[in-house]
């Protein structure tokens, strides 16, 4: 078993939902929230890479955003489309892996929260971060000084 096949089968058991049930995952959940309601203009296209059960993406939409979500695991996929279907909302989940998986184009905000970015090769790591740059339609400049396109 590679170490990927084994990461995928600890996300594929992970009760990742049921750890904000802490106070304290409550806490990291609600400040990362805070700072997209602070900086996200409304109806930001949001790509959120390994999304899991869809966490951010259910509050992000919520909040009036677009947003895809993708990730490799069957079991987080399946469960973060019923609670979109549960909540009436429209997001986009996709079970795929990030490293090959198409994403499209024209998102605002590319995310990949839980640090799975260091289980890739640095081979891997620099095709994932050019995917990413390639479906950005802009940078989001926390500066306050406008945004920053690339071309």
């Not at 998986?101 to 929260?113: K, P, Q, T």
């Amino acid at each position: 078993m590679t170490d990927i096949d084994r990461i995928k089968n600890y996300y594929g058991q992970f009760d990742e939902w049921g750890r904000l049930d802490t106070p304290d995952g409550q806490i990291v959940f609600e400040r990362t929230l805070a700072l997209f309601k602070r900086y996200l203009r409304p109806n930001t296209r949001i790509l959120d890479l390994a999304c899991g059960p869809g966490l951010y993406s259910q509050r992000l939409a919520q909040l009036g955003h677009i947003c895809v979500g993708i990730d490799f695991s069957p079991a987080s996929v399946a469960y973060a489309q019923s609670q979109a279907v549960q909540a009436d909302l429209t997001i986009d989940y996709v079970c795929g892996d990030i490293r090959t998986v198409g994403y499209g184009e024209g998102f605002d905000l590319a995310m990949l929260i839980f640090g799975e970015f260091n289980v890739f090769t640095e081979a891997d790591a620099q095709q994932l971060l050019g995917s990413i740059h390639q479906a950005l339609t802009t940078t989001l400049d926390l500066t306050g000084q406008g945004d920053k396109y690339h071309g």
